[in-house]
Structure formats: C-alpha cells, structure tokens
C-alpha cells in the first residue's frame, strides 16, 4: 500500500492551499481516509476524515470552517482544501487509510502517507 501525498509548501496567512493524496495498492472505496498534522515535538493530531463513499466528514474543532476533506473513488485520491490559513497550521500533513470507526484517533489508521509540509508565514 502506499499513499502518496502532495501540494504542500510555503504560503502567508490568510492563503489557500490544496493537499491531495495518491492512494494504491488497496481498495480505496472500503477505507475512511484521514488527515493528520505533525509540529515537531509535539504528537501527530488529527485533521479531518472522510468516510466511505463519503458519506461522513469529521473536523479538528481548530479547522471546521476552514477546510474540507473530499474523495474521488474514481482516481483513489483524498483532498484537503484549506483556506484561510494561520501559522499555526503550519505542520507536516499525513493522509492515512484506515477501516475506523475510530476516524478521530490515529489508531483506526493502518497506512501512512510520507507526509507534505506546509509552512504559513505571518
């Protein structure tokens, strides 16, 4: 299985940015997909999930309104769209697939992505 992640980078606050996620080597439709941030030092957290077929979407109470989670069956890809971005955003980003129903804990994840970084200047 692997994930592939992608699209971050460097943007000010206030800017937009779209992470996606390549999936193969699994059946993409039976999993929830998630995303995850990292700051070093501190313990990955969550970000937001997507259910099967999408019929559920969970958010970090620091990211509702802000950004949405979506999936693409058709190409096995999950997205993040993030909008009005604050430095405290700024982290690595982790998409994973998991089975749940835990979608809220990384422990209902069984496959990682690399990770893309994404930096918010003030």
């Known amino acids: 299985v692997q994930l592939q992640a992608s699209g971050g980078g460097l943007v000010q606050a206030k800017d937009s940015l779209r992470l996606s996620c390549a999936a193969s080597g699994l059946t993409f439709s039976r999993y929830v997909m998630g995303w995850f941030r990292r700051v070093p030092g501190k313990e990955r957290e969550f970000v937001a999930s997507?259910?099967?077929?999408?019929?559920?979407?969970y958010y970090a109470n620091s990211v509702k309104g802000r950004f949405t989670i979506s999936r693409d069956d058709a190409k096995n890809t999950v997205a993040l769209r993030m909008n009005s971005l604050r430095p405290e955003d700024a982290a690595i980003y982790y998409c994973?697939?998991?089975?749940?129903?835990?979608?809220?804990?990384?422990?209902?994840?069984?496959?990682w992505g690399q990770g893309t970084q994404v930096t918010v200047s003030s």
């Open positions: 997507i259910t099967q077929r999408g019929i559920n979407t």
């Open positions: 994973a697939a998991g089975k749940g129903p835990t979608v809220s804990r990384k422990e209902g994840y069984d496959y």
